[in-house]
C-alpha cells in the first residue's frame, strides 16, 4: 500500500474517532505529497522520497517546537509533539544509540578512515545508507565520537 493510499485511509479513521492530532497531523502528509506530485519536477513520488518528505516535516515541528518552548509557550508545543508523534508512525523505526553507534564502527572500519579529517566520506555514505532511520545530526554525533 502506497504512503497516499495509507493516508487516505488512515485521514477517515481519525475523522471518525474525532481525533484531532492525528488529523492535523495525516493533513500536513497529505498536504506535502499534494505539493511534492504537483512541484513540476515530473518526477514520480517513490519510497525514497517520500521517508525524506516526512522526515523534512517531523524537522520543521522539532524546530518550531524548540522555538515554542524557549518562549514558554506550552499551548503551542503540545500541538507540535503531537503532530511530531503522528508523522514518526509512517517512518521507518529509528535506530538506537547504540544500534546507529555499531553502524558507523562498521562503516569506519570498511572505509578505512582514521581521523576526523575523514568524516564527509563516512556521514556521506551513513547518510545514504540510514535514510529513515537516523536523522543527520544523530549520525554526525556518532561519526564525531568514533572518530575522536
Do not use: C, F, H, W
Not at 492530532?21 to 519510497?47: F, H, P
Request: hydrophobic letters at 40%; zero cysteines.
Amino acid at each position: 500500500m502506497s504512503l497516499e493510499a495509507k493516508i487516505a485511509e488512515d485521514l477517515k479513521t481519525a475523522m471518525k474517532a474525532k481525533d484531532e492530532a492525528a488529523k492535523r497531523g495525516i493533513r500536513a502528509i497529505k498536504q506535502a505529497i499534494l505539493l511534492a506530485k504537483t512541484d513540476g519536477s515530473g518526477e514520480e513520488l517513490n519510497e525514497e522520497k517520500e521517508i525524506k518528505m516526512l522526515q523534512k516535516l517531523v524537522k520543521q515541528r522539532r524546530e518550531s517546537l524548540e522555538i515554542y518552548e524557549k518562549q514558554g509557550r506550552e499551548d503551542l508545543a503540545v500541538v507540535e509533539r503531537e503532530e511530531i508523534a503522528v508523522i514518526e508512525k509512517y517512518l521507518p523505526a529509528a535506530l538506537s544509540d547504540e544500534e546507529l553507534e555499531a553502524y558507523i564502527r562498521k562503516v569506519v572500519q570498511e572505509e578505512g578512515a582514521t581521523s576526523v579529517k575523514e568524516m564527509g566520506k563516512i556521514m556521506a555514505r551513513a547518510s545514504k545508507e540510514l535514510a529513515g532511520k537516523a536523522d543527520g545530526k544523530a549520525i554526525s554525533a556518532a561519526v564525531k565520537k568514533v572518530l575522536s
